[in-house]
């Protein structure tokens, strides 16, 4: 299981929530902050369908960054995702990129793009030429391209996952 956590303006609280009820996510808690004017979930994710929910996610919530909890035998790692918003000519289309940290803390080894089957092709070169954070995700090596429950899902591999970036300092 993956924990999921995010916040997200009131205006976007029915859609994400709409969203949660049809799923198989599970509402751990909600906490309304009045100050912010926002609310801040907790999910719980099968494993098998974490790329999946979190472009449900971008569709519902539009552009957040999640923070992903997840929990082995022996460790515990701490993903981070990035629902975003790209502009095409034909449109704006939802994106989920998916960092995960599991050999190295400071740079991910793996990183997962969901986009949705209908989305135009040239959506992918410009997801895949972009640089998120200190993370350019065109260095990356390609894994794998599947198509599953409505959605395009991109495997890459990073140069640190194959040891030639160190951790930082």
Not at 29 to 42: H, I, L, M
Not at 115 to 137: E, F, M, Y
């Amino acid at each position: 299981m993956f924990t999921l956590e995010f916040e997200v303006p009131m205006e976007r609280f029915n859609q994400v929530m709409d969203t949660i009820t049809w799923s198989e996510m599970s509402l751990e808690w909600v906490y309304y902050n009045e100050t912010r004017g926002s609310a801040v979930f907790r999910l719980s994710v099968p494993d098998d369908c974490l790329e999946k929910y979190l472009l449900q996610l971008a569709v519902a919530a539009g552009q957040i960054e999640v923070t992903v909890v997840e929990k082995r035998k022996t460790k515990t790692y701490i993903h981070e995702a990035f629902l975003i918003s790209v502009d095409m000519p034909s449109g704006s289309y939802p994106v989920s990129v998916l960092f995960k940290y599991r050999d190295n803390k400071f740079y991910p080894t793996d990183i997962t793009i969901a986009v949705l089957p209908n989305s135009p092709p040239d959506l992918l070169k410009a997801v895949l030429n972009l640089t998120i954070g200190r993370v350019q995700i065109s260095t990356a090596r390609l894994v794998k391209r599947v198509v599953e429950d409505n959605a395009v899902v991109i495997h890459l591999k990073t140069q640190t996952s194959e040891g030639t970036i160190q951790d930082a300092p």
